[in-house]
């Protein structure tokens, strides 16, 4: 916006300085500021809402300049080639039409994304929520004390059903009911459970930086493995490629392995996209990875205030795409029948080769708390009751397999 700044104020004074017809001048110049003016205007209201407001802002200097050009040429040159100029503004134009039609089409490919999946169809005691029940009462229960919880959004499933089995219906309803549960993510889990926002979390685990930041405020933190899950990478369903060695994710993930047609597949460009740093799937690549992964794919979004918020992109199911997440997530709460999971060394992800282990990324994920003196005294025999043989039972009937 300096750079913009700058233009618009500079500009018309290189009108002044430039022409000396009187007749001319004064239309130049008046012309000039009105437009000095709408392009202010219209270049304020880019920098509010537009999410691709580089290219705009680009082509709209681009034709200002060359527009305020004109009027200076057009005073001290007698020569119809200067009205040329005026084709800069008119392909400026071309341009930005061009490239609204091709980010809507772009806009209407299908995402698999980690955020806002929060769903009522995940809230415990919902009389129409999607959330595994046992086939009788449980036998644990907690009726006061209500420890909170928060977790990774691909294991959100799995802890409201266990809120829902063991928690008092009515403690629960007689409270703001989101004081005990919130699908905050796994970035977000280990910031209110470092907080003191959180008593019980339920993710993979922490990245280094997370595990960094409790042990510099003394915290210990307690990893109590409940379940296991695979991680998985996924592609077009019309991608031809459908198994890819360990070695090969590094290499696509390291920058080096850039074409489809190196891994067997088409001759085009991979687009591998990540995850926002310490979330659980990204953390989990880091791991895989044992090297540093290339710079993430970005995308500006609306944020608050109408302000705009450059983040990590969210998966996007064009044909030369890559992605990942957990086997749940992808397969059930993010369920898309155009993407197609890839077989990892010749090993399919699917609960047998979960439970055999022979899926190369398959591990635990956990319950996790604060192991202090003052922590909730109904965390751990509430992590003793889901690793009872009702609590497994609810981890398989969600879809996930038991530890």
Not at 114 to 142: M, Q
Request: net charge neutral; hydrophobic share 45%; glycine share 4%.
């Amino acid at each position: 916006m300096v750079i913009v700044a700058v233009i618009v104020i500079i500009a018309p004074f290189l009108l002044l300085c430039f022409i000396k017809m009187k007749i001319k001048k004064k239309i130049a110049v008046l012309a000039g500021y009105a437009l000095t003016i709408l392009f202010l205007l219209v270049a304020v209201l880019l920098q509010i809402i537009s999410l691709r407001r580089e290219i705009y802002l680009s082509l709209l200097i681009f034709s200002y300049l060359s527009v305020i050009l004109f009027f200076i040429l057009w005073n001290i040159k007698d020569s119809k080639k200067v009205y040329l100029l005026l084709c800069i503004p008119v392909l400026c134009f071309a341009a930005w039409i061009i490239t609204i039609l091709h980010y809507e089409k772009i806009d209407k490919i299908p995402t698999v994304s980690e955020r806002d999946t929060f769903s009522y169809k995940y809230i415990p005691f919902k009389d129409d929520n999607l959330l595994a029940r046992l086939d009788e009462e449980a036998d644990f229960k907690i009726i006061d004390n209500l420890p909170v919880l928060d977790g990774a959004t691909a294991l959100l499933p799995v802890y409201a059903s266990f809120m829902q089995a063991v928690y008092s219906k009515e403690s629960y309803e007689n409270t703001a009911s989101f004081k005990y549960f919130s699908g905050s993510g796994t970035d977000k889990a280990y910031t209110n459970l470092l907080e003191g926002q959180a008593d019980l979390i339920f993710c993979a685990e922490p990245s280094d930086f997370q595990m960094e930041q409790f042990n510099d405020k003394g915290i210990k933190l307690k990893l109590i493995p409940i379940g296991r899950e695979a991680f998985v990478f996924f592609v077009n369903k019309e991608n031809i490629v459908n198994d890819i060695s360990v070695d090969d994710i590094r290499g696509v993930y390291t920058g080096k392995i850039k074409n489809w047609k190196e891994l067997n597949g088409k001759n085009q460009r991979i687009i591998a996209f990540q995850r926002r740093k310490n979330s659980g799937s990204q953390t989990m690549l880091e791991k895989i990875m044992e090297v540093p992964v290339m710079k993430p794919r970005t995308e500006n979004v609306h944020g608050d205030m109408l302000g705009i918020i450059n983040q990590v992109a969210d998966y996007r199911n064009f044909s030369n795409a890559i992605g990942y997440s957990f086997l749940f997530y992808a397969a059930e709460m993010a369920y898309n029948d155009k993407i197609k999971l890839l077989s990892i060394n010749g090993v399919y992800p699917s609960k047998e080769t979960i439970h055999d282990n022979t899926y190369p990324f398959s591990g635990s994920f956990y319950a996790i708390y604060a192991d202090s003196d003052d922590k909730n005294e109904n965390i751990e025999p509430f992590i003793s009751w889901i690793l009872s043989e009702q609590g497994q039972a609810l981890i398989l009937k969600t879809g996930y397999m038991p530890i």
